[in-house]
């Protein structure tokens, strides 16, 4: 029993370093895609702020991952940017897997 759990906090503990390394990616990728970073467009305005839209609806991961892969307007398609950055690479996270790490690291940014 007590191995048991010791093995259940063991697995939780794993899971939380791979998140917050997850975490560690995204903002890479946030603060270095393109060469200046998504903000240096998406934290001016009028540009859609990307963190209010996911946190207030009107941004469904659907429509994120298709607007970064595909662009739209003023919007370069991003996902040979994103997938430039070094640790992006070092991850060895693939296209879907960085834009999902990506998404929920935008939706709890501050
Ligand atoms: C050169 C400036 C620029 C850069 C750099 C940029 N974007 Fe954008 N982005 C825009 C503009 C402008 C729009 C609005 C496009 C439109 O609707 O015409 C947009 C729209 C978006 C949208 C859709 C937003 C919505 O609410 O519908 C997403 C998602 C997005 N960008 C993600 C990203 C990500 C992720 C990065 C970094 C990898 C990035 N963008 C880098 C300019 C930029």
Do not use: W
């Amino acid at each position: 029993m007590k191995k048991l759990l010791v093995a259940a906090a063991l697995i939780a503990l794993s899971g939380q370093a791979f998140a917050n390394e997850d975490a560690d990616v995204a903002k890479k990728v946030y603060n270095q895609a393109f060469g200046r970073g998504c903000g240096a467009c998406h934290d001016v305005s009028p540009n859609p702020n990307l963190v209010k839209n996911i946190n207030e609806g009107t941004l469904d991961e659907k429509k994120f991952a298709e607007v970064v892969k595909e662009g739209r307007g003023g919007m370069p398609k991003a996902i040979g940017a994103i997938m430039a950055v070094p640790a992006v690479q070092k991850a060895g996270l693939t296209e879907d897997q960085i834009i999902d790490v990506l998404y929920k690291y935008l939706k709890h940014k501050k």
